[in-house]
């Protein structure tokens, strides 16, 4: 079983471009996460008759989103955090709005294990939003995956907006304290790891150099000169079955690119 994950920052861009189409036709998952999806289902034409489509569309137009495609139907699927959650937490909003109404959590549960796709919130160039992710956001998003834990393994995947280590980055010192490298976002990611959730690629690939996300700015991309911000965790009790984990750093289409998992 092959399970994908890409930010494809606006999948109707990702649709026009004719990558999407491109992706799937190469790699053909079986169940495909996205986060920044910038739509609601009914603003997408899209012609992907062998998938299921599940989508947590943002409030706000044209902003966040989550949405999965499988070709297996889903026994449930889940929207977010539960409601006791979200207020455990105070996740009542900022400056910027409510996270709760950014569409940027979907759990989709499969016979076998739980698929969860999230776009957790970028803390801002000015670390603004820094607070609400490391205080309300990590710990939120981490009882939400142990309450699915309890009745069966979590896969989750997405855009964490933060690199782990210094080998998750290409220039870490001058990064240090800014945004995805600050102590707490990857304090948060330490919190993962310590209730037992592997990083899958690092199971596989150890070392620098492998990156999954690069800015539009002094030709990042073609140059590698990136962040590893997006991944697939796993449940220890369910790790073990993957047998490997991959970068897809040729899909074009968004300053993102894919990262899988095959089980």
Known sequence: MKLYSWNVNGIRAVITKGELQKFIDKYDPDVLCMQETK?????????????????????KAGYSGTAIFSKTEPLSVINGFTDDIAKKHGLAGDSYGDPNKEGRVLSAEFPDFWVVTVYTPNSKGDLSRLKLR?????????EHVQHLEKSKPVLFCGDLNVAHTEDDLSNPKPNVGKHGFTDEERAGFDTFAAAGYVDTFRKFTQGNGHYS?????????????????????????????????????????SDHCPVSIEL
Do not use: C
């Open 39 to 59: 739509a609601k289902p009914d603003q997408v034409e899209i012609d992907l008759p062998a998938y299921k489509q599940y989508w947590n569309s943002a409030d």
């Open 134 to 142: 490391h205080e309300q956001w990590d710990p939120a998003f981490l």
């Open 213 to 253: 996300w690069w800015t539009h700015w002094a030709n990042a991309r073609a140059r590698n000169i990136g962040w590893r911000i997006d991944y697939w965790m796993a449940s220890k009790s369910i790790a073990d079955r993957i047998k490997s984990a991959e970068i897809h750093a040729d899909q074009m289409g």
